[in-house]
């Protein structure tokens, strides 16, 4: 192999590397770490990083950047225009003149490194704090100094130099030049260097148009990025147009305030409605729930004074919305810039369908399961009642009782939720006893209770009045919360179970704690829990539905009342249930209950999927 093949090869492994990293620096801001896309690169990168450095007499690979060209390992390789800018950002960013990579360099050296443009950090310090020994830094620091700078810096630092005098008279020509116009400066500077009126015309003349020349390069110049910058961005948004554009035939236009300007044909098909009919309404006041979604910039109007606000608002069906988020993927390249799409088809009819037919099939197989299971439930309690039953045979007739308890729990879970999905779940609120509701739950929690171990024990206010509630589903949002209690506390913990009433603004309602030692909830799942078929506390899951603080929430909410939670891993939880005062006929505020209560059903309704 020749000289010349030999280093031919060695240009096209830098290049090789170069192209590599600089996937890796755009991925690693795309994706994360774990990512197949930033995987491959850096797994590219750190391959051929260990063909270079081995095959390197110095077993080190070095990229300099000086003078506006790439120097690898001495070599010139690329001028700086040609370099991807994620490449000359990490450069100019960081103040690197020299980066160098040895022998032995791992991948996640690499991602430390790709990582690093996150952050405002000196470099060197950065590889030094995340213990990378095989990539440095050489920071480069310029200084330019006029010569004729230095010696008046010089004269004023040392007035014994010769000439130092003279120089030093120069500040009252420049207060009387700081004054005066260009023009005028120019004449000035004209007449100290000849005293003949015919030369200072010329020198000024010639030192406008030299001033006028570099003035028109440099605004060129800078323009010119400009304008490239323009571009690209009005490229960037001609290609997202024409992807978004080619998603959907119909399209309506609005003005600044949402307002229904114009509409073409395919538009008026989908909504059903004529433009004469729909025209100057608001985009969101012409939608129909049932069957259309809306997405809209919240703000419509352009302005190039300051950021607009980049929130959507979005209205229509959660299940539908979710069906055709799901179906449709954004395709971006490596800048993150949108090229394309891929969709599935979505028939909205079909998934109302296929969701009718669950509703149905779950409410029919919970009725079919509950009478054999009562039955059964019945059988077994007899059973562990006939004398001369050995123990054993009786613990086992106990845990099969406890399990047929709990599919009956569950059952019911499920029978109350397809209750609050088709809204046929009525609620008779009356006056009920506060003390009442709380006997009334624990009671029946006693023994699951105790077969665990964990102590239960109840602190009612002296005095409690009654609440304004559904006594029976009150008390299941009790034994829920005492349920999910006992789920996440350990043999040997407690549970106390107490009532207040409400001070200040929520004087009107009586609020029920169940307080527990169990293991918590962390911060950021605490929003979740409500949630249907979400069941996590401290990275735990336990058997169950997952529905029993759905409903809980749901029915809460639709008494008029609130819930809310306070926890921290390891140290337990505790959720509050705040349901309003009873208060007879003439004092009760119909008017303003029945828009709470409208506006709290279209919340829970949001929260089951409904």
Same mark, same amino acid.
């Given at each position: 192999m020749t000289e010349e093949t030999e280093e031919k090869d060695e240009r096209l492994l830098w290049l090789g590397f170069l192209k590599a990293f600089t996937r890796a620096l755009v991925?690693?801001?795309?994706?994360?770490?774990?990512?197949?896309?930033?995987?491959?690169?850096?797994?590219? +990168?750190?391959?051929?990083?260990?063909?270079?450095?081995?095959?390197?007499?110095?077993?080190?690979?070095?990229?300099?950047?000086?003078?506006?060209?790439?120097?690898?390992?001495?070599?010139?390789?690329?001028?700086?225009?040609?370099? !991807?800018?994620?490449?000359?950002?990490l450069f100019s960013r960081f103040h690197i003149q020299t980066l160098s990579f040895l022998n032995g360099v791992s991948k996640d050296d690499l991602l430390a490194l790709c990582q690093m443009q996150a952050f405002k950090v000196d470099a060197a310090a950065y590889l030094k704090e995340h213990g990378i020994e095989k990539i440095s830094v050489s920071l480069a620091i310029y200084a330019k100094v006029d010569k004729a700078q230095a010696q008046t810096t010089e004269a004023v630092v040392n007035p014994s130099l010769p000439g130092a005098e003279e120089r030093g008279?120069?500040? !009252?020509?420049?207060?009387?030049?700081?004054?005066?116009?260009?023009?005028?400066?120019?004449?000035?500077?004209?007449?100290?260097?000849? !005293?003949?009126?015919?030369?200072?015309?010329?020198?000024?003349?010639?030192? /406008?148009?030299?001033?006028?020349?570099?003035?028109?390069?440099?605004?060129?110049?800078?323009?010119?990025?400009?304008?490239?910058?323009?571009?690209?961005?009005?490229?960037?948004?001609?290609?997202?147009?024409?992807?978004? =554009?080619?998603?959907?035939? #119909?399209?309506?236009?609005?003005?600044?305030? +949402?307002? /229904?300007?114009?509409?073409?044909?395919?538009?008026?098909?989908?909504?059903?409605?004529?433009?004469?009919?729909?025209? #100057?309404?608001?985009?969101?006041?012409?939608?129909?729930?049932?069957?259309?979604?809306? =997405?809209?910039?919240?703000?419509?109007?352009?302005?190039?004074?300051?950021?607009?606000?980049?929130?959507?608002?979005?209205?229509? #069906?959660?299940?539908?919305?979710?069906?055709?988020?799901?179906?449709?993927?954004?395709?971006?390249?490596?800048?993150?810039?949108?090229?394309?799409?891929?969709?599935?088809?979505?028939?909205?009819?079909?998934?109302?369908?296929?969701?009718?037919?669950?509703?149905?099939?779950?409410?029919?197989?919970?009725?079919?399961?509950r009478s054999p299971l009562t039955s059964i439930h019945m059988a077994l309690d007899l059973l562990s009642r006939e004398s001369g039953i050995g123990d054993g045979t009786k613990n086992m007739l106990n845990t099969a009782i406890r399990n047929s308890e709990r599919l009956n729990s569950i059952i019911t879970d499920i029978l109350d939720f397809s209750k609050l999905q088709s809204g046929k779940l009525v609620l008779h609120q009356e006056s009920v006893s506060a003390e009442e509701i709380i006997k009334e739950a624990t009671e029946s929690m006693k023994a699951w209770t105790a077969s665990k171990g964990v102590m239960l024990s109840t602190f009612p206010e002296p005095g409690l009045g009654h609440i304004y509630a559904d006594k029976r589903r009150t008390v299941q949002i009790l034994i829920n919360l005492i349920s999910n209690s006992i789920k996440f506390t350990p043999s040997g913990g407690k549970i106390e179970v107490s009532a207040d009433t409400g001070k200040g603004t929520l004087a009107n309602f009586i609020f029920f704690s169940v307080k527990d030692t169990g293991c918590g909830i962390k911060k950021e799942d605490q929003g979740k829990i409500f949630e249907k078929f979400v069941q996590v506390a401290a990275g735990e899951k336990v058997g169950g539905t997952g529905l029993g603080l759905a409903i809980t929430k749901a029915m809460t909410v639709m008494q008029g009342g609130r819930i809310t939670v306070e926890s921290e891993p390891g140290r337990g939880s505790t959720f509050r249930v705040g349901l309003p005062v009873y208060k007879r006929q003439s004092e009760r505020q119909v008017p303003d209950q029945l828009t709470e209560v409208k506006e709290e059903k279209i919340w829970w309704r949001r929260l089951l999927g409904i």
């Open positions: 991925q690693i801001n795309l994706y994360k770490p774990d990512h197949p896309q930033v995987r491959m690169a850096l797994d590219e +990168g750190q391959s051929l990083l260990e063909k270079i450095t081995t095959a390197s007499p110095g077993g080190e690979l070095s990229l300099t950047l000086d003078n506006n060209k790439l120097i690898v390992n001495g070599s010139p390789l690329l001028t700086a225009d040609k370099l !991807p800018n994620s490449l000359k950002n008279q120069a500040e !009252p020509l420049d207060k009387a030049l700081s004054d005066l116009t260009l023009n005028d400066a120019l004449s000035t500077l004209a007449a100290k260097a000849t !005293p003949d009126t015919g030369e200072q015309r010329a020198v000024t003349e010639l030192l /406008i148009k030299k001033i006028k020349n570099e003035m028109e390069a440099n605004i060129s110049k800078a323009v010119e990025g400009i304008r490239r910058e323009k571009k690209k961005i009005e490229n960037d948004i001609a290609r997202t147009e024409s992807v978004i =554009s080619n998603i959907a035939e #119909g399209v309506v236009v609005v003005d600044k305030d +949402g307002k /229904i300007l114009m509409m073409n044909p395919q538009a008026e098909t989908i909504s059903g409605k004529a433009l004469s009919e729909l025209s #100057g309404k608001k985009i969101f006041d012409i939608n129909q729930l049932e069957n259309q979604v809306v =997405s809209l910039a919240k703000e419509i109007g352009s302005v190039n004074q300051r950021e607009i606000s980049k929130d959507v608002e979005q209205k229509g #069906g959660k299940d539908l919305s979710e069906a055709i988020k799901k179906s449709t993927a954004i395709i971006q390249n490596e800048d993150g810039k949108v090229v394309g799409s891929v969709s599935v088809p979505t028939d909205s009819t079909k998934l109302k369908q296929v969701e009718q037919l669950q509703r149905d099939f779950i409410a029919n197989m919970t009725h079919e399961l």
